[in-house]
């Protein structure tokens, strides 16, 4: 049950990619070399959207929503240790 409301969550994140030969497999931007993690980073220290995309040309707004979003919807994840036997 858990998979699949994790499966449908990560549905609605066209944007953000894995890759293991991409930044070490961090969530990135639709393939770029810019983590979902440094645009969350840099919109925490006060950057406003149209300076993280005058600094990064190549990004679109929508890429910093849905950063944002995987953001939020990771902090909801709760990890649960396994049950040995």
Not at 16 to 22: C, E, K, R
Not at 33 to 60: C, D, F, Q, W
């Amino acid at each position: 049950m858990r998979i699949g409301i994790v499966k449908d969550k990560m549905k609605n994140l066209k944007r953000i990619t894995f890759d293991p030969n991409l930044m070490g497999g961090k969530p990135c931007i639709r393939g770029l070399r810019v983590t979902a993690g440094m645009i969350v980073g840099l919109v925490a220290s006060g950057h406003s959207n149209s300076a993280i995309l005058k600094a990064y040309p190549y990004l679109e707004e929508e890429d910093i929503r849905e950063a944002l979003a995987y953001a939020a919807w990771r902090v909801e994840e709760v990890e649960l240790p396994l049950e040995t036997v």
